[in-house]
């Protein structure tokens, strides 16, 4: 089987390096890939705002399954653009079509979904320029802190929490009046805060059935301790100490199911994975939000511990034959620590070269934001690499992350000192 897997960061690596890995794929290809990709597929440089390029590309290099990785080109139609070639009515596509990416699309679509279907989600209201005072009233009934989210696609940023009432003001004219992330906040939906833990759980489906893949914590702050800004991720780990059989049982009855459900119902056309942000607040879950991809960077500490064969995995879901597939996983622990460059997530310089002290052999180091220039690797995003490490507990796991981060150098390099810490004292 030919296989094109669409993106170029730490989880489009992360999938492929485990894709490569199958009998059944004889050809891999990334578009457009980055700097590591290289190593274990075909990188293309395609556009991928430009629909016509990978559904050109889908054609010349006679590809049989395409997997999408980001949100940006399932939520702008690329699985209908694909889908609506006639001389591709055999492709196998993971990844739903604009239907179904509405529920990360619109925080507010996600969320009158959760209440339709009766999955436990936190109480909230839009608003938008036209209803702002409003927005200002419903701030002032609640407590802090205050949760702000655009409704938009905002690169895993678009999310602010303060304590102050005056600063969570603030934040709403930032969002709506001063469209900090542009058109993305527009909308912006005031939540009820949740506290507790945060894990993310992942499903795939066809649409109808669905297996759970391994759970996972990621950790979004720029700072140790969880302080800083807000960022695409820093680190995870995977299985989460807390998840227990009790926990994931009442998230597949009162979220899975519902979910699952709901998107039947609704007549998405969704096939692919479901990532589900959950609190586990007291013991009871609460999702907080959808996403319609696999995490970044839990991809990179989720995908090691499946056992199965991925091919056969998403072909399976891709034709619509999830139905008596189990998933197997690997016993050991995964983390992963995210090296970021300098000044991330605010502006940063790109194209410095990185250096490895000797080869990385205990650790899987999958790229993200990097590119291949004249023979050298040099770095091409925020997130550059994701450490990711294997034990047969999370201590040991931890630690391979971080022998093998000293081994990694370039000029600004960041990451954090204490990604998975809080659960290993959760564990003792």
């Known amino acids: 089987m030919k296989i094109l897997v669409i993106g170029s960061g730490g989880r489009e690596h992360a999938l492929s390096w485990k894709l490569a890995q199958s009998p059944k794929c004889d050809q891999l290809f990334i578009a457009p890939g980055n700097g590591g990709t290289g190593e274990i597929a075909t990188n293309l440089e395609i556009n991928l705002k430009n629909h016509q390029e990978v559904i050109d590309a889908v054609v010349e290099y006679h590809i049989d399954m395409v997997v999408v990785g980001p949100e940006d080109p399932l939520v702008n139609g690329l699985v209908d653009d694909l889908k609506a070639q006639e001389n591709l009515k055999d492709l196998l596509i993971v990844g739903p079509g604009k239907t179904g990416a509405v529920l990360e699309g619109s925080k507010q679509v996600a969320k009158d979904f959760m209440k339709k279907y009766g999955v436990p ?65 527009a909308k912006v939906l005031i939540e009820e805060f949740l506290k507790g833990i945060e894990l993310s759980v992942f499903v795939l489906t066809d649409g109808k059935d669905y297996v759970i893949l391994p759970e996972a914590k990621d950790y979004k702050r720029i700072g140790d301790g969880d302080t800083g800004l807000n960022t695409g ?28 459900k709901g998107i039947q119902e609704e007549g998405m056309d969704y096939c692919g994975f479901v990532f589900i942000g959950l609190m586990n607040q007291s013991g009871e879950p609460y999702v907080i939000e959808y996403n319609v991809r696999m995490g970044d960077p839990e991809t990179e500490v989720v995908i090691p511990r499946v056992k199965n064969d991925l091919v056969d995995l998403l072909a399976a879901a891709a034709s619509g034959k999830l139905a008596g597939q ?19 997530p605010e502006a940063y310089e790109k ?61 600004g390099m960041n990451y954090r000192k204490d990604i998975g810490f809080d659960l290993q004292k959760l564990g003792q």
């Not at 189990?326 to 991330?344: F, H, R």
């Open 351 to 411: 194209g410095k070269a990185i250096l490895f002290k000797k080869p990385i052999k205990t650790v899987v180091p999958f790229h993200a934001g990097t590119k291949l220039e004249d023979g050298k690797l040099l770095t091409n995003g925020g997130r550059v690499m994701a450490i990711t490490g294997l034990g047969k507990n999370m201590g040991e796991a931890i630690s391979r992350c971080y022998k093998a981060v000293d081994l990694v150098e370039w000029e």
């Open 326 to 344: 189990k998933l197997e996983v690997e016993p050991y622990t995964a983390a992963t620590v995210i090296l970021v460059s300098g000044g991330y």
């Open 233 to 260: 991720g820093m680190g995870a780990v995977s299985p989460v100490v807390f998840a227990d059989d009790e926990f994931m049982k009442k998230v597949e009855e009162q979220v899975v199911v519902p979910t699952v």
């Open 121 to 185: 989600t936190a109480a909230a209201e839009v608003f938008d320029e036209e209803t702002i005072e409003q927005g200002y009233k419903f701030l002032e009934s609640l407590k802090p802190p205050y949760v702000l989210k655009a409704d938009g696609l905002a690169a895993g940023k678009g999310v602010l929490i303060t304590e102050s009432l005056e600063e969570a003001k603030q934040n709403l004219d930032d969002l709506i009046l001063h469209k900090k992330f542009g058109d993305a906040s």
